[in-house]
């Protein structure tokens, strides 16, 4: 099946730093990308749709300014925490449909994000 | 606005027993329902869909418009099956997926 892959893996930074996480779709295109947020034993949240070629969609109570969202190409979608705080700390999957099936969505491994 | 609903958090159940997930929801066009899964230390995959009325590794999950349920089932469950799964209703134009809160399934020797 197709692949998503995320990097980094885990990362921890300090407060106040800015982080980026990579989605890359290995072996589709993806025109859209969806970045969720999972706390610890809670189901995974959705906070925005990215688009390639245009503005990501945000969800209702996430800010688009702290969470930047690029779709560069049609294989690469970055989330950036900018300015991260202690609250910010959580597990971020990234997911992307492929085309023809838009209803299998395949999904990253996640990236554990640590603010200290 | 949809929502899904999974009322277990956790269900344990034995080796060879029947095990029934409930998954309800609240939608106010036509839903597509999915089960989702994930095992230990692995990434979440697609199990199964509603359209498809398909059966993937023995489970089976029928959707009961007037109960608005989408209840997975299994008639004998193994101990490959522990795992947690989430239920998810996809809307909006860009198809999203909404996931219920997920239910953490033991099978117990």
């Known amino acids: 099946g197709a692949v998503v892959s995320q990097h980094p893996s885990r990362v921890i930074c300090k407060s106040g730093t800015s982080v980026k996480i990579e989605c890359r779709s290995l072996d589709f295109q993806a025109t859209t990308m969806f970045w969720y947020r999972q706390f610890p034993k809670q189901s995974l949240m959705l906070m925005a749709t990215?688009?390639?070629?245009?503005?990501?969609?945000?969800e209702q109570g996430v800010e688009k300014d702290k969470f930047l969202i690029n779709h560069a190409s049609l294989t690469l979608s970055t989330l950036t925490v900018t300015s991260a705080h202690p609250e910010d700390s959580s597990f971020y999957i990234c997911?992307?449909?492929?085309?023809?099936?838009?209803?299998?969505?395949?999904f990253g491994p996640g990236t554990r994000l640590t603010v200290l | 606005a949809q929502r899904v609903t999974q009322p277990e958090k956790l269900l344990s159940v034995f080796k060879g027993a029947p095990v029934e997930l409930k998954c309800n929801y609240s939608y106010s066009g036509s839903p597509e329902l999915f089960w989702y899964v994930q095992y230990s230390r692995q990434r979440l995959q697609l199990l199964l869909r509603?359209?498809s009325r398909e059966s993937i590794k023995g489970f089976t999950a029928d959707l009961n418009k007037g109960e608005t349920s989408f209840h997975l089932k299994k008639p004998f469950a193994q101990e490959e099956d522990s795992a947690m799964y989430y239920c998810?209703?996809?809307?909006?134009?860009?198809?999203?997926?909404?996931f219920g809160s997920g239910t953490q399934l033991t099978v117990l020797p």
């Open positions: 997911s992307a449909p492929t085309s023809g099936s838009s209803d299998t969505q395949y």
């Open positions: 998810a209703l996809v809307s909006g134009s860009a198809r999203q997926l909404t």
């Open positions: 990215s688009n390639e070629g245009s503005k990501a969609t945000y």
């Open positions: 509603h359209i």
